[in-house]
């Protein structure tokens, strides 16, 4: 697989993410109403541009842009992982489905930064940006 696939799929798993992250936040308090829909569909659109542009950056060799999302996705998998390990411990506590949700959800999250950092510091990714 070459540092090009890898980066598109990683880009990919991003866009995936934000989508069901955006459908679960619209539905967390129940049924929404139509301003609710409107405004969850405006945020999904402004993150998949986001994410679009950080992929195009990548693919583009951009060096600076692969320095920060280290930064980033290593801050957000130790912050990530430290937020689960909470949530879960709140969970065992509380046995509250939406506490067990969060949980689940913050560890997705802790997840994907963990393959974005896994990914950027592939061996052929670092030789991609060289």
Known sequence: ???????????N?????????????LFRD??????AIVWAALGLG?????V???GRRLLARSSLTRFVLLLVTGIG??????QTGR??????RSWELGVLAAAVFLGVSAYMHAKSFRTLLDRDV????R
Not at 3 to 9: D, S, V
Not at 46 to 50: A, E, N, S, Y
């Open 1 to 11: 697989m070459t540092a090009r696939h890898r980066i598109e799929e990683l880009t």
């Open 13 to 25: 798993a991003w866009y995936g993410y934000c989508t069901l992250s955006a459908i679960a936040a």
């Open 30 to 35: 129940g049924i929404p109403g139509p301003f």
């Open 46 to 50: 402004c993150t998949l541009i986001g």
């Open 52 to 54: 679009w542009f950080v």
């Open 77 to 82: 998998m130790v912050f990530g992982a430290w």
């Open 87 to 92: 949530m879960a411990l709140s969970f065992v």
């Open 126 to 129: 670092r030789s991609y940006f």
